[in-house]
T-cell receptor, first 113, second 113 residues
Framework: DSGVTQTPKHLITATGQRVTLRCSPRSGDLSVYWYQQSLDQGLQFLIQYYNGEERAKGNILERFSAQQFPDLHSELNLSSLELGDSALYFC????????????FGPGTRLLVL | GENVEQHPSTLSVQEGDSAVIKCTYSDSASNYFPWYKQELGKRPQLIIDIRSNVGEKKDQRIAVTLNKTAKHFSLHITETQPEDSAVYFCAASRGDSWGKLQFGAGTQVVVTP
């Protein structure tokens, strides 16, 4: 157990819908990262927040957005869902701004039908 | 942006033999290179990392080497054991955005007894 929690574990929804994925980082960690893992794309970095502020951005779609709250938990919002958004979404956390161990959560498996 | 290529995509080794995975990166400013191991159905976990001011780092049966001139780095696993079977991912990031990890496509390692 890494200490990073993610909810829900599984999510099944329909195209066009909107979902919210939640992540709680390890105690003391200030950075939260979001990744998408699909069979054909591997592990893709989406976005990083550090102490409530956006720190780095990857190839995150405009339909996706994230935020980190004052208690440091983070949410990833996915809207206008498409079949291709079906994937495993991981959250990770680290103590600083990067260049250190990232501890991954168990992931949320999203299936868009 | 950064592009990380990883080879081979699959690697089968006999228990006790060595395994080597190689990655090349495109951004000469990259200076942080972690390796993550992901067992089937589990979350990625950091196994070793190296920074650009170091050429080699070792941790028990695992070692990583870095050649900055050639822009490639490698993971070496010696005396492989069945529990080493997993997917291994290399990654790279640069100092102005250390948290933005660009991952390789992964190597499926199978260790047969």
């Amino acid at each position: 157990d890494s200490g990073v929690t993610q909810t829900p574990k599984h999510l099944i929804t329909a195209t066009g819908q909107r979902v919210t994925l939640r992540c709680s980082p390890r105690s003391g960690d200030l950075s939260v990262y979001w990744y998408q893992q699909s069979l054909d794309q591997g592990l893709q970095f989406l976005i990083q927040y550090y102490n409530g502020e956006e720190r780095a951005k990857g190839n995150i779609l405009e339909r996706f957005s994230a935020q980190q709250f004052p208690d440091l938990h983070s949410e990833l919002n996915l809207s206008s869902l498409e079949l291709g958004d079906s994937a495993l979404y991981f959250c990770a956390s680290s103590v600083g701004t990067g260049g250190e161990t990232q501890y991954f959560g168990p992931g949320t498996r999203l299936l868009v039908l | 942006g950064e592009n990380v290529e990883q080879h081979p995509s699959t690697l089968s080794v006999q228990e006790g033999d060595s395994a080597v995975i190689k990655c090349t990166y495109s951004d000469s400013a990259s200076n942080y290179f972690p390796w993550y191991k992901q067992e089937l159905g589990k979350r990625p976990q950091l196994i070793i990392d190296i920074r650009s001011n170091v050429g080699e780092k070792k941790d028990q049966r695992i070692a990583v080497t870095l050649n900055k001139t050639a822009k490639h780095f490698s993971l070496h696993i010696t005396e492989t054991q069945p529990e080493d079977s997993a997917v291994y991912f290399c990654a790279a990031s640069r100092g102005d955005s250390w948290g933005k990890l660009q991952f390789g496509a992964g190597t499926q390692v199978v260790v047969t007894p």
